[in-house]
């Protein structure tokens, strides 16, 4: 992300019991974990691999691939067909 010019250090994981009771979109990872249920009105799971212990190069697609499709959810939603 520093690549990016974008500072994340502050940023941490977070635990289930500390996100808000009500959510109105939920994204997952996928990351070959089974994800806990939470409520919401919309879901997606985005199906990404985990680059955690490998070359640099698969946190940068990584990265890239959530950079997409973070775009794409933007412009669903701003077309009502969320």
Known sequence: MEEM???ISKHYP????G???EIDI???MGCNVV???VPCEHSEDWGLED???GPIEGFRETRDIVKKKVE???QRVKNGEL
């Open 5 to 7: 010019n974008i500072n």
């Open 14 to 17: 977070k635990l289930l019991t």
């Open 19 to 21: 996100i808000p009771e």
């Open 26 to 28: 939920l994204v997952t």
């Open 35 to 37: 994800c806990p249920y």
């Open 51 to 53: 680059p955690s212990g």
């Open 72 to 74: 794409e959810l933007i």
